[in-house]
């Protein structure tokens, strides 16, 4: 098979697999209420475990040593059937404590697809086509969403609040079939350790990468509870209105895969961070208005995911030239590790995540979505002013 080829065969399996993984993150947010009141639990309770699996997520750097010595395909597969087990132990949960448990799973295994699946497609496809490649992969985010959200809002009510679960975990099983179908074994011979350098253009991105992970997930956390109390919103209406968070999504990678190469990932990043600090700001002026929240929710979204989708191949790239880029504290160079690098990203978002799904209920009880929608846009906008300080790795 050709190096194309390769590619090609492997972006058809990760955009199933990948679907599964996000799923049995994004199937939850809508329909926290619902999901709380079917484990008797507060809203704040719930928002407290989504936390804690998103903090679960800083254990990335684990994910990219064992890279180093299973291969990337093998913690694909393990990850996705992770997502698997974790879903049918919340479907199943009788209490709290297991269905926190499916949770934690289901959060250990994000990281553990996506930092050997980023730096799979980094090693394999040059800086000139990188944006539109990984791009490609990015809209599992969105698929995650038309796939699993929609349906589940029907589920629901025919069947109650596990039947989403049982959806993902089946979407799970075929992801691990066709990664392992499709992407063939890169078992090292020997394990291959690699470290890292953390350079200041690294650190300033990383501290950029946390403040948009805060600013999002204080309004993914509430964006449910929103719907209900401001729009009055159903569950079912929940269910399809994401549709148009589905197509914001698809606006947002789809911009991202096809101009990304030629306007450059840094101007993508500084636009997208500058869209969401407007369209958070624009959230506490829709009132009650459906139309409003369409269009501020569009803007939300698109604006969020070209952020999030620039930022994956400009990381990758910041990892291989350390020649550039002195360390802080040291002036010996060290030999490039995207793993490492992607993977303290992705940690990055957890902590991030964490933090943000913390705040996120106290914020919203003070203020309503004015509240969390300003404080997420000042948190981009301080995301903004420290981009300025990288400089393009390409």
Not at 315 to 344: F, I, K, N
Request: overall charge positive; some cysteine; charged content about 15%.
């Amino acid at each position: 098979m050709t190096r194309r080829g390769e590619v090609g065969a492997a972006l058809a399996a990760v955009l199933v697999a990948r679907t599964a993984v996000n799923g049995g993150l994004r199937v939850v947010y809508p329909f926290l209420p619902e999901i709380a009141r079917g484990l008797g639990v507060s809203f704040a309770t719930l928002a407290t475990l989504v936390s804690l699996r998103s903090l679960a997520g800083v254990a990335a750097p684990a994910a990219a040593r064992a890279a180093e010595t299973v291969g990337r395909r093998a913690l694909m597969v393990g990850a996705t059937t992770a997502v698997a087990a974790g879903c049918l132990l919340v479907a199943g949960a009788p209490t709290l404590a297991v269905a926190a448990a499916g949770f934690l799973l289901v959060g250990l295994a994000k990281p553990a697809f996506d930092v050997p699946m980023q730096a799979w497609f980094a090693d394999r496809v040059p800086w000139a086509r990188r944006g539109r490649v990984l791009g490609v992969t990015e809209l599992a985010w969105a698929l995650s969403l038309a796939v699993t959200v929609p349906p589940s809002g029907v589920l629901i009510v025919a069947a109650g609040w596990r039947a989403p679960f049982v959806l993902v975990a089946a979407l799970a099983a075929v992801g691990v079939l066709v990664v392992a179908g499709l992407i063939r074994t890169d078992r090292p011979a020997q394990r291959r350790r690699a470290r890292l350098a953390l350079t200041r253009p690294r650190l300033v991105v990383l501290a950029v990468v946390l403040l948009f992970s805060v600013s999002a997930e204080l309004l993914f956390v509430v964006y449910g509870a929103w719907l209900e109390d401001d729009l009055g919103l159903s569950v079912t209406a929940i269910g399809t209105f994401t549709l148009v968070v589905v197509a914001a999504e698809l606006v947002g990678e789809g911009a991202v895969a096809a101009l990304s190469d030629r306007v450059g990932l840094r101007r993508a990043i500084m636009a997208g961070l500058l869209g969401s600090a407007a369209a958070y700001a624009a959230l506490g002026l829709v009132g009650g208005s459906l139309a409003a929240a369409t269009v501020t929710v569009v803007a939300w979204f698109v604006c969020l995911e070209v952020t999030i989708v620039a930022t994956v191949p400009f990381v990758s790239e910041l990892a291989t030239d350390p020649a550039r880029h002195p360390p802080v504290g040291a002036a010996r160079q060290l030999p490039p590790a995207r793993d490492r690098l992607l993977a303290l990203m992705v940690a990055v978002i957890a902590a991030g995540r964490a933090l943000g799904a913390v705040a996120a209920p106290a914020t919203y009880a003070a203020g309503g979505i004015t509240a969390s929608g300003l404080v997420a846009a000042t948190g981009v906008l301080l995301a903004a002013a420290l981009l300025l300080r990288v400089p393009s790795p390409g």
